[in-house]
């Protein structure tokens, strides 16, 4: 476990940008930001997923450099986040039966988890299991060692994605030149610093609007019950403006954030809100919230159609987070797609337990609450012993002090002036090498007698 002394260094692959961060957990338990760097990564991943080996290793060198400048250490260890839009969730039931009523013991049950983690997925690997409730007949139990029972059935979350997922990221780390302390599954790191226990055991879904991606989660009974990925985000939004507009994305972005609802109650007097766009042309606001409200809606209507069925159980509603979650009136546009009235919080600010140190600057808009999580997530010290900016002067300080002998010709060079050592005249050429001999070890001795003292 980290101590307050130890500092974690996380890294988040986003489709925007690779980012990386380090922290350091202080005596209340609370992570204080030390140090946070980011770079576009639109040239090199796509939906979560490494698109390009070599850009993307290039750019974890770049930012975790920064991360080590900020720090002034070296970094040996990273933590690393999974997610994309391979990463979902199946269900595996696993059914026994016995010949006369059997006592459960915890080998029967690791012999069903190892069953289930021999389920061969095409082209997928199977990252996390979360074991769900055991049913004996028509009865949920959630824990069925030391129970007598003829038949059982063993429920698993099986929590996978594309195999290629966690091996390029392994590539790409480790061809930046460092190790990967764990590879942790970000969308169950964010469940855990987002949610509080009533949420979970209550039962809830936590939506995380990224920018090409949405990820849904529900949990209930303190458990993860489905896992989903949708591949359309945020970043949809801002294409479809700057299609539909003509206008450069950076220039679609501007506007979507400065004016952009995902439900728009009063569009009478939006329609003669003028906006001016590049090239001295304008539009009006309403025909700008009609576009960002067409793709909110098909957002919003695929997570419904993920949480429907099991909306009756999700009593603390459903929590947003995200980037995308933070576009205003995001709440009524879900209450009017759906036509529920159901409890919805949108995540704002930073979590609870993140504190940012001086002279660092973090965006609290909720788009980086997935690598502070995988920031709080770790618990091993991400740094060598010896400063980066300081290694040569420590090394120096503490390397053991030697005479080493020398040949005549290599020593001479380096000896001190004679004239400045007992006011001898140098030695010249034309004498005895006895005496030569003689007369070098004199000069030596002083020159050593003089420093001692």
């Given at each position: 476990?980290?101590?307050?002394?130890?500092?974690?260094?996380?890294?988040?692959?986003?489709?925007?940008?690779?980012?990386?961060?380090?922290?350091?957990?202080?005596?209340?338990?609370?992570?204080?930001?030390?140090?946070?760097?980011?770079?576009?990564?639109?040239?090199?991943?796509?939906?979560?997923?490494?698109?390009?080996?070599?850009?993307?290793?290039?750019?974890?060198?770049?930012?975790?450099?920064?991360?080590?400048?900020?720090?002034?250490?070296?970094?040996?260890?990273?933590?690393?986040?999974?997610?994309?839009?391979?990463?979902?969730?199946?269900?595996?039931?696993?059914?026994?039966?016995?010949?006369?009523?059997?006592?459960?013991?915890?080998?029967?049950?690791?012999?069903?988890?190892?069953?289930?983690?021999?389920?061969?997925?095409?082209?997928?690997?199977?990252?996390?299991?979360?074991?769900?409730?055991?049913?004996?007949?028509?009865?949920?139990?959630?824990?069925?060692?030391?129970?007598?029972?003829?038949?059982m059935e063993a429920n698993f979350l099986n929590i996978i994605a594309r195999s290629s997922l966690s091996e390029n990221i392994e590539k790409c780390v480790n061809g930046a030149g460092f190790e990967i302390a764990e590879l942790l599954i970000t969308p169950l790191t964010l469940g855990n610093c987002i949610l509080n226990a009533s949420e979970k055991r209550s039962g809830c879904a936590l939506v995380d609007i990224g920018a090409d991606t949405t990820?849904?989660?529900?949990?209930s009974n303190n458990i993860l019950r489905k896992l989903v990925v949708i591949p359309m985000g945020a970043g949809n939004v801002t294409m479809d403006i700057a299609n539909c507009l003509t206008i450069e994305t950076e220039e679609a972005e501007a506007l979507k954030l400065k004016y952009g609802r995902a439900w728009l109650e009063d569009h009478d007097t939006a329609q003669h809100n003028l906006l001016q766009l590049s090239h001295g042309r304008e539009?009006?606001?309403?025909?700008?919230?009609?576009?960002?409200?067409?793709?909110?809606?098909?957002?919003?209507?695929?997570?419904?159609?993920?949480?429907?069925?099991?909306?009756?159980?999700?009593?603390?509603?459903?929590?947003?987070?995200?980037?995308?979650?933070?576009?205003?009136?995001?709440?009524?546009?879900?209450?009017?797609?759906?036509?529920?009235?159901?409890?919805?919080?949108?995540?704002?600010?930073?979590?609870?337990?993140?504190?940012?140190?001086?002279?660092?600057?973090?965006?609290?808009?909720?788009?980086?609450?997935?690598?502070?999580?995988?920031?709080?997530?770790?618990?091993?010290?991400?740094?060598?012993?010896?400063?980066?900016?300081?290694?040569?002067?420590?090394?120096?300080?503490?390397?053991?002090?030697?005479?080493?002998?020398?040949?005549?010709?290599?020593?001479?060079?380096?000896?001190?002036?004679?004239?400045?050592?007992?006011?001898?005249?140098?030695?010249?050429?034309?004498?005895?090498?006895?005496?030569?001999?003689?007369?070098?070890?004199?000069?030596?001795?002083?020159?050593?007698?003089?420093?001692?003292?």
């Open positions: 476990m980290a101590t307050e002394k130890d500092i974690i260094v996380a890294l988040e692959l986003a489709t925007t940008s690779i980012r990386a961060i380090a922290g350091q957990r202080m005596p209340d338990g609370s992570m204080q930001v030390l140090a946070f760097a980011e770079e576009n990564a639109s040239n090199c991943i796509r939906k979560g997923i490494i698109d390009n080996i070599d850009k993307t290793t290039q750019a974890i060198s770049r930012v975790l450099g920064q991360i080590g400048l900020q720090l002034g250490m070296t970094i040996s260890r990273i933590y690393v986040g999974l997610s994309g839009q391979s990463l979902h969730s199946v269900q595996n039931r696993i059914q026994r039966s016995f010949a006369e009523k059997t006592q459960i013991s915890n080998n029967m049950i690791d012999q069903l988890m190892d069953t289930n983690r021999g389920v061969v997925y095409t082209d997928s690997e199977i990252l996390e299991v979360i074991p769900q409730e055991y049913k004996v007949g028509n009865r949920a139990v959630p824990d069925i060692v030391g129970m007598q029972v003829e038949q990820t849904l989660k529900i949990y539009i009006s606001e309403s025909r700008l919230c009609d576009i960002i409200e067409a793709r909110y809606e098909e957002i919003l209507r695929n997570v419904w159609a993920q949480i429907e069925d099991d909306s009756d159980k999700l009593t603390s509603g459903i929590v947003f987070t995200g980037g995308g979650a933070q576009m205003r009136y995001l709440a009524e546009a879900f209450q009017q797609i759906t036509n529920k009235s159901k409890q919805i919080r949108i995540v704002k600010g930073l979590p609870t337990d993140i504190c940012i140190g001086s002279n660092i600057y973090v965006p609290d808009n909720g788009r980086l609450n997935s690598i502070l999580s995988l920031l709080l997530q770790g618990d091993q010290n991400c740094i060598t012993n010896i400063p980066a900016h300081n290694a040569e002067e420590e090394a120096a300080i503490t390397a053991p002090v030697t005479i080493e002998q020398k040949t005549e010709e290599d020593t001479t060079d380096k000896l001190p002036n004679t004239a400045d050592v007992g006011n001898e005249e140098p030695e010249t050429t034309n004498e005895e090498p006895k005496k030569k001999k003689r007369k070098f070890w004199e000069i030596l001795k002083g020159a050593l007698t003089e420093d001692e003292e």
